[in-house]
Nanobody, 119 residues
Framework: QVQLVESGGGLGQAGGSLRVSCTAS????????MGWYRQAPGKQRELVAA???????NYADSVKGRFTISRDNAKNTVYLQMNSLKPEDTAVYSC?????????????WGQGTQVTVSS
């Protein structure tokens, strides 16, 4: 089992910055992937940014150049730094992790944190 606890987010202004954090209950070295999804009202959940195999990263086209995912292995924490915010970044941001155990893939989700960007 892996618990994911998010923090940060809140209200930001267009052009501004916010950061969200996700702390895992176990070493993130044990995880096969970890990152952030978001879901805006009336829209499907979408991948924002994630660490995949090794140290590879994957970003949604809409956030490339503006958002940066990083991690602190000692703190079992992944961060999403969001710069040059746009109103369309408004969504619930959820931390997600994948752990493969004896061939079985398990998905874990945080509770989600609201990010609201005003124009």
């Amino acid at each position: 089992q892996v618990q994911l606890v998010e923090s940060g987010g809140g209200l930001g202004q267009a052009g501004g910055s916010l950061r969200v954090s996700c702390t895992a209950s176990r070493s993130i070295f044990m995880l096969n992937a970890m990152g952030w999804y978001r879901q805006a009202p009336g829209k499907q959940r979408e991948l924002v940014a994630a660490f995949t195999s090794g140290s590879s990263t994957n970003y949604a086209d809409s956030v490339k150049g503006r958002f940066t995912i990083s991690r602190d292995n000692a703190k079992n924490t992944v961060y999403l730094q969001m710069n040059s915010l746009k109103p369309e970044d408004t969504a619930v941001y959820s931390c997600h992790a994948i752990m493969v155990v004896t061939g079985s893939t398990r998905d874990y989700w945080g509770q989600g944190t609201q990010v609201t960007v005003s124009s």
